[in-house]
Nanobody, 125 residues
Framework: QVQLVESGGGLVQAGGSLRLSCAAS????????MGWFRQAPGKEREFVAT????????YYADSVKDRFTLSRDNAKNTVYLQMNSLKPEDTAVYYC??????????????????WGQGTQVTVSS
């Protein structure tokens, strides 16, 4: 049973920072790429960032590029999303997800087979 547990969400003022973590279990962590998505009220779930199995490649949505940094520690089975210069439009529930084994990192939700429960990020203006 694959489990993903996110943490680190909260309330922050615009311009502030948060660091989200996602701890994975139940699958060989280094065999899967990982991704973060977010969903604001009344909107579709959207891609935020993805990282390759070894951590050497990352890809970001244009809306977060140069503000968010995704990294992973395969020894700890954990991925981290460092979010800087936060804006009110970043407010959403953030979900981490794992791709099917041996997939590359992806922006496509359909390439991910397990999801965390989500963590709320609220950015006040």
């Amino acid at each position: 049973q694959v489990q993903l547990v996110e943490s680190g969400g909260g309330l922050v003022q615009a311009g502030g920072s948060l660091r989200l973590s996602c701890a994975a279990s139940g699958r060989a962590f280094s065999s899967t790429a990982m991704g973060w998505f977010r969903q604001a009220p009344g909107k579709e779930r959207e891609f935020v960032a993805t990282i390759s199995r070894g951590g050497g490649s990352t890809y970001y949505a244009d809306s977060v590029k140069d503000r968010f940094t995704l990294s992973r520690d395969n020894a700890k089975n954990t991925v981290y999303l460092q979010m800087n210069s936060l804006k009110p439009e970043d407010t959403a529930v953030y979900y981490c997800a794992t791709t099917r084994p041996y997939y590359s990192g992806s922006y496509d939700r359909n390439d991910y087979d397990y999801w965390g429960q989500g963590t709320q990020v609220t950015v006040s203006s």
